[in-house]
């Protein structure tokens, strides 16, 4: 009996040590006797004691692995220092495990290679530009070189390009020199645009100003008018009103039928005014001659009467 539980004992502990829980993202690469069985996934398995082992534990998540900084010569022979770092994850964990020797090791050897070779075909302002082209080149190199080895390549980066010192002091003075051609530019720019709004400025000031000129002339030559046209009518006014008193006159005058004797006298003091005046000429009609005779013989005859 104590043999049976002896037994039992040992059987019990070496199914516990051969039972395995695959964790999540995981695979377990088995061997049968040292050749390949099968890949186990996620979940609970059992394996055959000292016949199956576990070959490999996989990791199926992305790793990423910064790689150190790598010499490389641009096509111009300029040598500089890069560093990639290169995202990949495991498909297949049989190709992993059995298609190459260590697989980092083969990856950081394969992006140098890489790496060199496309940097041989551009020149040094190539490739401070091209980064995305770079990077897009070694991932599509890289994923179709390592597809065997059951790894795809998802993403490469180059991390830093580190050009030499000298390099660098010229490119910085290179950048500083554009920097002021940019402000150069930029002031003179502003300075045009300066002068062009300042003359756009008096451009419209004297605009504005011989418009202005142009409606002070029409209202001056509007206000002449108005006032010429009421000097004018005032004149007619006043011609109208003498007219109207002359025909007053006349026909007062007609009303109190005058006679020849009175017609005479009036005529006579009409003559009396014109004769006051400036001209040096006047003509006297007979009738008015007729009357100074008459007007001279009464006054004669007057004379003697008071003698």
Known sequence: MPFIIIIAV???ILVAANVRIVPQAHAYV??????YMTTWSVGLHVKIPLIDRVAKTVTLKEKVVDFAPQPVITKDNVTMQIDT?????????KMYTYGVDNPMSAIENLTATTLRNIIGDLELDETLTSRD??????????????????????RVELKNIIPPKEIQDAMEKQMKAERERRESILRAEGEKKSAILVAEGQKEAKILEAEAEKQSAILRAEAQKEAAIRT???EAEAILKVQQATAEGLKLLNAANPSKSVIAIKSLAAFEKAADGKATKIIIPSEIQGLAGLATSLSEFMDKKEA
């Open 10 to 12: 040992i059987v019990l």
């Open 30 to 35: 088995i061997e049968r006797l040292g050749a």
């Open 85 to 93: 770092v290169v995202y990949f994850q495991i498909t297949d964990p």
């Open 133 to 154: 082209t770079v990077n897009t080149k070694m991932r599509a190199i890289l994923d179709e070189a390592t597809d065997p080895w059951g790894i795809k390549i998802n």
């Open 232 to 234: 004018a009518e005032g």
